[in-house]
């Protein structure tokens, strides 16, 4: 059962977590007007620069993914300085784009005449400065170059199920070597069939090995030192919660005695024996000496 909760809670926090990264890349994803409105504010500063403030920039074209067109309704000149200039400003103003490159073309032969990359990572190129371009038919390309950020949520999907698993074989190998290590201790108690580890909080009989709740180790502990007496309601209450400062009920002895005899279950001489108004009485009914089990000199019988 352990493993299909372990793969089922990893399955359910990959899922969260894929849902939480699509979400915040989605949140971080630049709006396709917002794009456009920044490329046009560039096609018109370069015609103000140009001295020109009548002619229009016609509308952006996407040219694909990352791609982007802008042309003007008439020629223009301009000093290409003045170009890289206003896209640097403009982009860092909005920003729009850390890595990206600009290709001015001209109409006609559709042939580059000025070119530059600003790149925080391989450096920017910009090798066309100071050139006059003469009044013309032009339309500037941008790329805006992708960035490939690392995202911890996604290093998060790896680690934590990978913790759950870790947690989940440390605790299975914890338990078998504590169960190892019982079968050549001695300290034990002998209850019925059973050996009865109270350090380690375990019951050992020749085909099965059953752990106990520190609770039920604490009950049960009470029952063996007072074999074939009436432990009382109150008794077991103060002792097994009362001194550790939790408030009960009775009703909390009967469901915690019901659990050891669910767990004893396989030795059909140990008995829990209800007393009503006080409590319960633990006795092992003597069965055939072959069914008796030796233990060590602290046996009960």
């Known amino acids: 059962?352990?493993?299909?909760?372990?793969?089922?809670?990893?399955?359910?926090?990959?899922?969260?977590?894929?849902?939480?990264?699509?979400?915040?890349?989605k949140k971080n994803e630049i709006p396709e007007?917002?794009?456009?409105?920044?490329?046009?504010?560039?096609?018109?500063?370069?015609?103000?620069?140009?001295?020109d403030s009548t002619s229009r920039v016609l509308p952006v074209k996407k040219l694909n993914e990352n791609s982007y067109q802008v042309s003007f309704q008439n020629d223009v000149g301009f000093i290409s300085d003045t170009l890289i200039n206003i896209v640097q400003r403009t982009f860092?103003?909005?920003?729009?784009?850390?890595?990206?490159?600009?290709?001015?073309?001209?109409?006609?032969?559709?042939?580059?005449?000025?070119?530059?990359?600003?790149?925080?990572?391989?450096g920017d190129l910009t090798p066309c400065r100071g050139r006059t371009l003469e009044l013309g038919c032009y339309v500037i390309e941008i790329d805006l170059l992708k960035e490939n950020k690392f995202n911890s949520l996604w290093l998060l999907l790896l680690i934590i199920p990978?913790?759950?698993?870790?947690?989940?074989?440390?605790?299975?190998?914890?338990?078998?070597?504590?169960?190892?290590?019982?079968?050549?201790?001695?300290?034990?108690i002998q209850v019925g069939n059973f050996q009865f580890y109270t350090?380690?909080?375990?019951?050992?009989?020749?085909?099965?090995?059953?752990?106990?709740?520190?609770?039920?180790?604490?009950?049960?502990?009470?029952?063996?030192?007072?074999i074939n007496q009436v432990v009382e309601r109150e008794k077991?209450?103060?002792?097994?919660?009362?001194?550790?400062?939790?408030?009960?009920?009775?009703?909390?002895?009967d469901v915690l005695?019901?659990?050891?005899?669910?767990?004893?279950?396989?030795?059909?001489?140990?008995?829990?024996?209800?007393?009503?108004?006080r409590g319960y009485k633990y006795i092992i009914e003597q069965g055939p000496i072959k069914n008796q089990v030796k233990s060590t000199s602290n046996q009960i019988v």
Request: charged share 25%; hydrophobic share 45%; with cysteine.
């Open 1 to 25: 059962m352990k493993p299909l909760i372990l793969f089922g809670s990893s399955i359910m926090i990959i899922a969260i977590l894929i849902s939480a990264v699509a979400f915040i890349n």
């Open 33 to 51: 007007k917002h794009v456009e409105v920044v490329l046009r504010d560039i096609g018109h500063q370069l015609l103000l620069s140009a001295k």
């Open 92 to 122: 860092q103003k909005n920003a729009l784009a850390n890595n990206y490159i600009v290709n001015l073309r001209n109409c006609e032969q559709k042939e580059t005449v000025l070119a530059f990359e600003i790149n925080g990572k391989t």
């Open 162 to 188: 990978l913790s759950f698993a870790g947690f989940y074989v440390k605790d299975k190998f914890q338990k078998k070597e504590a169960r190892e290590s019982i079968v050549d201790a001695t300290d034990y």
């Open 199 to 226: 350090a380690n909080n375990v019951l050992k009989s020749e085909h099965n090995t059953i752990t106990l709740s520190e609770k039920e180790t604490k009950a049960l502990e009470i029952f063996v030192q007072n």
């Open 236 to 253: 077991l209450m103060k002792e097994i919660w009362e001194d550790e400062g939790t408030f009960v009920i009775s009703r909390n002895v």
């Open 257 to 277: 005695v019901s659990k050891l005899r669910k767990k004893l279950i396989d030795d059909n001489s140990i008995k829990f024996i209800n007393v009503p108004g």
